[in-house]
T-cell receptor, first 113, second 108 residues
Framework: DSGVTQTPKHLITATGQRVTLRCSPR?????VYWYQQSLDQGLQFLIH???????AKGNILERFSAQQFPDLHSELNLSSLELGDSALYFC????????????FGPGTRLTVL | AQRVTQPEKLLSVFKGAPVELKCNYS??????LFWYVQYSRQRLQLLLR??SRESIKGFTADLNKGETSFHLKKPFAQEEDSAMYYC??????????FGTGTKLQVIP
């Protein structure tokens, strides 16, 4: 167990809906990263927050947004969901601002019907 | 743009045979490179990083800047090495890029 927690474990929703995924980093970690893993695309980096501030953006759609709160937990909001958004969403945390070991959560499996 | 390429989706080797998981990268600066591993029903976890130059579970990886490669090697594969392996690059502005992963299957 890496100490990173994600809720919920599974989420089933319909197209057009909006969902929120939650991540709590390891105690003491200031960085949170979000990734999307779909069958053919591997692990796609979405966004990185460090101590409440956005540090880097990857292939994150405009329909998706994220934030990191003062207690350092993070939420990933996915709106106007499409079938293609079905994937495993991971968050990871690390101590520093980048370039250090990331500790991954168990993931949230999102199914859009 | 930074890119990580793992050309093999699946690599099958016999127990005791040498293993080489390929990783090539594209990045204009000095990259931080990592290998992560995901064993069955477990979380993704760090295996090794190039700056530490460690050998973990018998695996090593050398950064070859000339060939822009960071291949993962082990001289003698063991059954417990069967897993998904991801090469990752941390580049500018803390952007992280993962390869698509290679599934290593060690045949007893």
């Amino acid at each position: 167990d890496s100490g990173v927690t994600q809720t919920p474990k599974h989420l089933i929703t319909a197209t057009g809906q909006r969902v929120t995924l939650r991540c709590s980093p390891r105690s003491g970690d200031l960085s949170v990263y979000w990734y999307q893993q779909s069958l053919d695309q591997g692990l796609q980096f979405l966004i990185h927050y460090y101590n409440g501030e956005e540090r880097a953006k990857g292939n994150i759609l405009e329909r998706f947004s994220a934030q990191q709160f003062p207690d350092l937990h993070s939420e990933l909001n996915l709106s106007s969901l499409e079938l293609g958004d079905s994937a495993l969403y991971f968050c990871a945390s690390s101590v520093g601002a980048g370039g250090d070991e990331q500790f991954f959560g168990p993931g949230t499996r999102l199914t859009v019907l | 743009a930074q890119r990580v390429t793992q050309p093999e989706k699946l690599l099958s080797v016999f127990k005791g045979a040498p293993v080489e998981l390929k990783c090539n990268y594209s990045y204009s600066g000095s990259p931080e490179l990592f290998w992560y591993v995901q064993y069955s029903r477990q979380r993704l976890q760090l295996l090794l990083r190039h700056i530490s130059r460690e050998s973990i579970k018998g695996f090593t990886a050398d950064l070859n800047k000339g060939e822009t490669s960071f291949h993962l090697k082990k001289p003698f594969a063991q059954e417990e090495d069967s897993a998904m392996y991801y090469c990752a690059l941390s580049g500018g502005y803390q952007k992280v890029t993962f390869g698509t992963g290679t599934k290593l299957q060690v045949i007893p």
